[in-house]
């Protein structure tokens, strides 16, 4: 069962802004569950809500599942492996609609091809009138908002040419494509965002 700094360190202030949401669904989808902190954090504090946690890095699945066994979660489906860029894996979860899609920390740590593809998929999986949620640090008019997040994405290309923060803008112009409409940007610690896109 690993445990990021980061997560433990997020994940009340996350669920302060989820809250609402998860609440009101029925069923939701965790792409990029990492550790699997924040869906154990989140489907404790909401019992009568299905999860159903996902992962590209598949050294995570056995944390994440770790962690649904640690906190006896009945409401925790096992962790799926899910490349967010390939569509023929959203397919399968198309079957059954969700009600809110969860997106932490994966846009800035990734090619720019998987946010096209989170935003399709997620586009083909949820209701009508509900939630895509991405968290994250990202770039505001094309700027970054704090020398630490021109710093960090700095570092972030050094590793990676595909990696970096991306800008809110081209997120929001590419999820127009796939029916998703930006309605909120919420300032959240560290220099994050939460973004709020609504399936129309």
Request: glycine fraction near 4%.
């Amino acid at each position: 069962m690993q445990t990021y700094p980061s997560a433990e360190r997020n994940k009340q202030p996350l669920f302060d802004q989820l809250r609402p949401h998860i609440q009101s669904a029925a069923h939701v989808l965790e792409v990029s569950s990492g550790t699997g902190q924040h869906v154990a954090y989140f489907a404790s504090g909401c019992p009568s809500t299905i999860f159903q946690p996902s992962e590209f890095n598949r050294d995570l699945l056995p944390s994440i599942q770790a962690h649904i066994d640690h906190f006896r979660l009945s409401n925790v489906r096992p962790p799926l492996f899910l490349d967010a860029a390939n569509q023929t894996q959203w397919e399968p979860l198309a079957y059954h609609r969700y009600d809110l899609v969860l997106v932490t920390n994966l846009t800035h740590i990734a090619p720019w091809e998987v946010t096209l593809g989170l935003l399709r998929g997620a586009s083909t999986i949820l209701r009508t009138h509900r939630y895509l949620c991405i968290y994250g640090p990202f770039k505001r008019d094309g700027e970054f908002t704090t020398e630490s997040n021109e710093t960090f994405d700095r570092d972030l290309r050094a590793k990676n040419p595909q990696w970096g923060l991306r800008d809110i803008d081209d997120v929001a112009h590419a999820a127009l494509i796939h029916q998703l409409k930006l309605v909120k940007v919420v300032d959240m610690p560290a220099n994050n965002y939460l973004l709020f896109l609504v399936k129309e």
